[in-house]
């Protein structure tokens, strides 16, 4: 069994875009700027969006953080979207999700510039995307595509059977993982809370992508001996007896699942750090076709 380690290739990828960030900056040339919109102070989004601005100071990205009020308006924020929108300076931004339940999520994520959108979530990117078109990948999807190819995972005509359906993860790794190219080529059930037979489905599957959120929801009956386990889960559950506490737990019952598999992810140590890696890979293209060079 490998363990798909997240973490590392992470840090290889950094490393790529930092070496070409040092590049930029001997040129004389602007280094990409991130911003990143946190409304509220839900504890994990503090947390990801935390750690997003502190690799961009690792890379030598420049970063801004508009961190606003739980209790802001759907008109301030999409005022704050529309000034991002037209900042020279900023070459990309994300709005960190979930919004409060007062705002509508898809109206701000509408109003995001396509071409800022470096997380690929505004519906002219996701149609790019499902068209095999170049664009802005949203980063856990995108992640885990290139987790899959730098270890080269044999995908080509395989079942991958993904759980989960949203809009940021499950919808997109089923149509990237069923495309022609690397890491992809693959035949691609989608199960979701309605699906019957969840199962029967997972045990045929040879590569199986956990979505859910719900903890230790893959056990290892439900795993075909020699699969490819992706656990995209990252849920937080409460323990006292921990220092922060609660302890981060995903999808799969990871010890008993790794050793059925052939390759599994960790969490926390998997897809995670991927998303982020991706998410400045995103900005650096944006920066690119900014100045007209891609
Ligand atoms: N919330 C959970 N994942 C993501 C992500 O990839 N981007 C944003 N903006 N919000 C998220």
Do not use: W
Request: aromatic share 4%; hydrophobic share 40%.
């Amino acid at each position: 069994m490998v363990i798909l380690d997240g973490k590392k290739i992470s840090n290889q990828i950094k490393d790529e875009i930092a070496t070409e960030v040092t590049q930029m900056k001997e040129r004389g040339e602007k280094v990409p700027h991130l911003a990143a919109v946190l409304v509220g102070n839900d504890g994990a989004s503090l947390t990801y969006v935390g750690s997003k601005v502190r690799s961009c100071k690792r890379i030598g990205f420049e970063s801004t953080l508009k961190h606003l009020p739980e209790d802001t308006t759907e008109e301030d924020l999409l005022s704050l979207v529309n000034d991002l929108n037209k900042d020279p300076e900023i070459d990309g931004y994300i709005v960190q999700l979930p919004l409060p339940k007062h705002i509508d999520e898809q109206k701000v994520l509408m109003a995001v510039h396509p071409d800022k959108d470096v997380d690929g979530f505004h519906p002219t990117n996701f149609g790019k995307m499902a068209l095999d078109m170049e664009t802005f990948i949203s980063a856990t999807p995108y992640g885990i595509m290139e987790l899959l190819r730098r270890y080269e995972v044999d995908t080509e005509g395989k079942h991958a059977v993904i759980i989960g359906r949203s809009h940021i993860v499950g919808r997109p790794i089923s149509i990237l993982m069923s495309q022609k190219g690397k890491a992809a080529n693959a035949t691609v059930p989608l199960c979701h809370s309605r699906t019957k037979n969840i199962k029967e489905l997972t045990l045929q599957a040879d590569i199986v992508v956990s979505a859910l959120g719900v903890p230790h929801f893959l056990k290892a009956d439900m795993v075909k001996p020699g699969a490819v386990v992706i656990d995209v889960g990252i849920t937080r559950v409460e323990d006292k007896s921990k220092e922060k506490g609660y302890y981060i737990t995903g999808d799969v019952d990871f010890e008993k699942v790794k050793e059925k598999a052939s390759y599994i992810t960790p969490v926390p140590g998997g897809v995670g750090p991927m998303t982020i890696a991706m998410l400045l890979k995103n900005t650096l293209l944006a920066r690119e076709r900014h100045r007209g060079n891609a």
